[in-house]
Each structure stands twice: as C-alpha cells, then as structure tokens.
T-cell receptor
Framework: GQNIDQPTEMTATEGAIVQINCTYQ??????LFWYQQHAGEAPTFLSY??LDGLEEKGRFSSFLSRSKGYSYLLLKELQMKDSASYLC??????????WGAGTKLIIKP | EAQVTQNPRYLITVTGKKLTVTCSQN?????MSWYRQDPGLGLRQIYY???????DKGDVPEGYKVSRKEKRNFPLILESPSPNQTSLYFC????????????????FGPGTRLTVL
C-alpha cells in the first residue's frame, strides 16, 4: 500500500520562498506528481519527478529523494495568487493515483 | 480548446433520486477517472477506466456506477443517492496511465458540487 503525508497548512509572506514537503511510503515507486488547487477549483498539474534531484520550472521547483521517500515543492518570489492547496500524488501499481490530503498555503502581504 | 467538461456544476437532490453526472473530454485520452473530494480527506478515486469498455473500482466505489461506451464520455451514476455522497466530484482524463519512464498528467474537469438532502 501507499501512505502520503503533507503538512495541513503553511503561511508565508509575499515575495518570500516556501518549501512544501511530502513524505511517502510505497511498495513500488512510479514517480511523484505535484498539483495546485485553488479553492473551489480543479487541480492543475505542476510537476512530475521520477528521478532523484531538483527540477526547476520558473518560480516552482520540485525535488525528489527516492531513498528517503521524500519530495518537496519550492515556490520562489511568492505572489498572492500562489495562495492555494498543493497536492502530492503517487501512481500505484493498480493504475490509480493516490493523493495526499494537500497543504493549504496562505500568503500574507 | 482541449478540456474536460462536467455537468451539472451544482446539484441539490434528495435521498434515493437517481442522478447522472456527465463527463466528456475532447483530447482522445484513453484513461478517465472519477474522484470525490471531502475536507481533510483529499481526493479519493471512485472508479477509473483504462479504455472503452474497461472500468475498474477505485478506493470508494460503493454507491456509484460508471460506464465507458465511448472514448470521450465517462458518466458517473448514483442509483440511490444518500447524504454521505454529498461531496465535490471531479472527472479527470489522461493520455494513458503511466509507464515509469514517462508521465501523463491528469486533466481535471471543473467539478460538480453535489448535495444530497
């Protein structure tokens, strides 16, 4: 089976940097997704990691360590529009995506 | 425009009255899925479909049915809705499901907020 843990809520300041962690336990690793979800809206894809290391995509970067069962999403130069929930998800061997409960990020001016 | 559409967006109904939530995608995706999202629980998969006429249960299939007669459509059917099915429902699709060396992001519909009284 799989288990995913994320902090429930985080607060950060506009213009700052924030790191959102995701730890997981899985019997077979098939990559890790990050999605963003604004309140009341659909999730949208941010990143996918299957190899260890950091992948940068503009202001957002995602890091993976398979040996530690750990990933993080790094958001730089925070903007008010980054206020959202950030969801970590892992594909399992049964053709399903297993989702973490999400981290609600609150940005303060 | 490539998209996943769901209808209705909002629905208030009563216990036991059968309903269908439609889902359609125009991206020729093979994989489609239904999720429900409840506060504190995250997204939970109800049913998924690998291709036409191929469907399988997710983590919370009780009380739901699906069908996949055409590639683009994947309706969710609640034969006898109950209050514990009050939730936010999302349909999603992706090109396929993932070999480890590549990825297929899931595209989500806008969601259907269902209230069962």
């Amino acid at each position: 089976g799989q288990n995913i843990d994320q902090p429930t809520e985080m607060t950060a300041t506009e213009g700052a940097i924030v790191q959102i962690n995701c730890t997981y336990q899985t019997s077979g690793f098939n990559g890790l997704f990050w999605y963003q979800q604004h309140a009341g809206e659909a999730p949208t894809f941010l990143s996918y990691n299957v190899l260890d290391g950091l992948e940068e995509k503009g202001r957002f970067s995602s890091f993976l360590s398979r040996s530690k069962g750990y990933s993080y999403l790094l958001l730089k130069e925070l903007q008010m529009k980054d206020s959202a929930s950030y969801l970590c998800a892992l594909p399992d061997s049964n053709y399903q995506l297993i989702w973490g409960a999400g981290t609600k990020l609150i940005i303060k001016p | 425009e490539a998209q996943v559409t769901q209808n209705p967006r909002y629905l208030i109904t009563v216990t036991g009255k059968k309903l269908t939530v439609t889902c359609s995608q125009n991206m020729n995706h093979e994989y489609m899925s239904w999720y429900r999202q409840d506060p504190g629980l995250g997204l939970r998969q109800i049913y998924y479909s690998m291709n036409v006429e191929v469907t399988d249960k997710g983590d919370v299939p009780e009380g739901y049915k699906v069908s996949r007669k055409e590639k683009r459509n994947f309706p969710l059917i609640l034969e006898s809705p109950s209050p514990n099915q009050t939730s936010l429902y999302f349909c999603a699709s992706s090109l396929s499901f993932f070999p480890r060396e590549s990825y297929n992001e899931q595209f989500f519909g806008p969601g259907t907020r269902l209230t069962v009284l």
